[in-house]
């Protein structure tokens, strides 16, 4: 069974930093492109980080460009998101996603349970 759990989110000043982990189980983590996508209230969802399977890869929007990281322990089935000075429109539900995951049962994309950012003074 494939599983995404997330942890590391809460209150954080603007300005301030905070780090994200995704702990995945099930398939070849070192196989997987993984990706943090968050999603404020009342707005779709905007990927902000995405890291291909050997972590060679890394891809930002403008918006976080500078600011988000996302490495990948392939030995701890690790992905975090290292976020660093962090602004009112970063809060959101960020969410990590396995993009394209095999197992035996086929090809899907998985999702954790999403965790909260909130961004505030």
């Known amino acids: 069974e494939v599983q995404l759990v997330e942890s590391g989110g809460g209150l954080v000043q603007p300005g301030g930093s905070l780090r994200l982990s995704c702990v995945a189980s099930?398939?070849?983590?070192?196989?997987?492109?993984m990706a943090w996508v968050r999603q404020a209230p009342g707005k779709g969802l905007e990927q902000v980080s995405v890291?291909?399977?050997?972590?060679?890869?890394?891809t930002y929007p403008d918006s976080v460009k500078g600011r988000f990281t996302i490495p990948k322990y392939n030995a701890k089935n690790t992905v975090s998101l290292q976020m660093n000075n962090q602004k009112v429109r970063d809060q959101a539900v960020y969410l990590c996603?396995?993009?394209?995951?095999?197992?035996?049962?086929?090809?899907?994309?998985?999702w954790g349970q999403g965790t909260q950012v909130t961004v505030s003074s």
């Open positions: 996603y396995g993009d394209r995951v095999a197992t035996p049962e086929g090809v899907s994309d998985y």
């Open positions: 099930g398939f070849p983590f070192g196989d997987n492109a």
């Open positions: 890291i291909d399977g050997d972590g060679g890869s890394t």
